[in-house]
């Protein structure tokens, strides 16, 4: 079985970190701390909107 190196998965960690804080400032989700984990929940009402006016953009095309 092939090891994964460290310092790749510590990159992998990042790019998620940065991908929550977008999605979270996007109002997509919200976030509780519990220590040092933080729980991420998926704000619905906001999606549902995000999407429908994805929706209405592509609808133009």
Same mark, same amino acid.
């Given at each position: 079985?092939?090891?994964?190196?460290?310092?790749? *998965?510590?990159?992998?960690?990042?790019?998620?970190?940065?991908?929550?804080?977008?999605?979270?400032?996007?109002?997509?989700?919200?976030?509780?701390?519990?220590?040092?984990?933080?729980?991420?929940?998926?704000?619905?009402? *906001?999606?549902?909107?995000?999407? *429908?006016?994805?929706?209405?953009?592509?609808?133009?095309?």
């Amino acid at each position: 079985m092939r090891q994964l190196h460290p310092r790749k *998965n510590w990159i992998v960690a990042i790019n998620h970190f940065k991908l929550y804080g977008c999605v979270k400032k996007a109002g997509l989700v919200t976030s509780e701390r519990h220590g040092q984990w933080t729980f991420y929940q998926r704000h619905e009402a *906001n999606i549902e909107a995000f999407l *429908n006016e994805v929706e209405k953009e592509l609808l133009k095309l």
